[in-house]
């Protein structure tokens, strides 16, 4: 019954966000989220306790000011996901403005295929609309599954629909593809700030061990492909920044573990210093520091 609600809540999402007016949509979002913050429920708990990690010295009045302004921005992401179909070419390009734009074009223009990593900073849909939409650059990525399966169908049509190649996350077949991919000089993009599972990588973030996920970094390794961290973040609507980093270059010496290591540490920082710029954007809801897990948790809770 509840997964059949989920799939219902989002169907509904899709099917009637995008047909209202623009500023009915954004205050729509905005009054949802000033109800789920004001209820105090797990979710909001969870991301003060992780903006608290990320703004050390705030107060209870500062970290209640950042969780209502990041509930604020999360509903803007999905406000924005949900009508992101109906935009044109011309209208995401007029959304979106990323610095350093060169290193990605200058990479697949010299032939390496290119990784994009990104943490879940406000709107990484829209970042890679811009880049099929504005850029034409097909890309490929990976989708977890969710339940139930419908939802998961409605996810995969979405993105495919705004021009990915959407690929489950699941075993070792995911990572063949998108080596393949890169390569044949391609472009694939992840969301690679979380990662629970046992093959995660161990970091230091904000502090404190986290683990993210080691795909960036075997990929790059594997391939050759230019890995490049990326971090975003909303301005005044309908305007969303981001900053494509300097390439995470692959070690010259250890082991691969060494190198996979090393690299992935250097993506944690790259993130760091977007959320710290801009934690108010920073749509994390659910346990990420290895401290906050409890045991069956660590071993099974996934992105």
């Known amino acids: 019954m509840r997964d059949r609600l989920t799939d219902t809540l989002y169907g509904l999402g899709w099917s009637t966000v995008k047909k209202l007016p623009e500023p009915a949509a954004a205050a729509l979002g905005r009054t949802i989220a000033d109800i789920a913050w004001k209820r105090r429920g797990k979710s909001v708990l969870r991301l003060e306790s992780n903006l608290a990690r990320v703004v050390p010295d705030a107060g209870p009045e500062r970290l209640a000011e950042l969780s209502k302004a990041g509930m604020r921005s999360y509903m803007r992401y999905w406000m924005e996901s949900f009508r992101l179909p109906t935009w044109s070419a011309e209208r995401v390009g007029n959304s979106v403005e990323i610095k350093d734009a060169h290193l990605l074009k200058d990479g697949l223009a010299s032939g390496r295929g290119v990784i994009l990593a990104l943490p879940h900073l406000a709107n990484w849909d829209l970042a890679g609309v811009w880049a ?144 710290a710029e801009h934690p108010e954007d920073w749509h994390m809801l659910q346990r990420l520091w290895l401290a906050d897990l409890e045991p069956r948790e660590e071993q099974g809770e996934r992105a």
């Open 132 to 275: 099929t939409r504005t850029l034409g650059i097909p890309f490929t990525t990976v989708a977890e599954r969710l339940k139930p399966e419908t939802l998961y169908d409605r996810f995969v049509a979405y993105r495919e629909s705004l021009g990915m190649e959407v690929l489950p996350h699941s075993g070792g077949e995911a990572f063949g593809t998108l080596a393949r991919r890169l390569r044949s000089g391609g472009l694939v993009c992840l969301v690679a700030d979380r990662d629970l599972s046992a093959s995660g990588v161990e970091v230091k973030y904000f502090g404190e061990t986290a683990r993210m996920p080691a795909g960036p970094a075997l990929l790059a390794q594997q391939t050759g492909a230019l890995l490049l961290p990326v971090t975003l973040w909303y301005g005044a609507e309908p305007l969303m920044q981001g900053q494509i980093h300097p390439p995470v270059e692959v070690p010259e010496t250890g082991t691969r573990a060494d190198k996979t290591s090393s690299m992935t540490q250097a993506l944690a920082d790259a993130y760091a210093t977007g959320i």
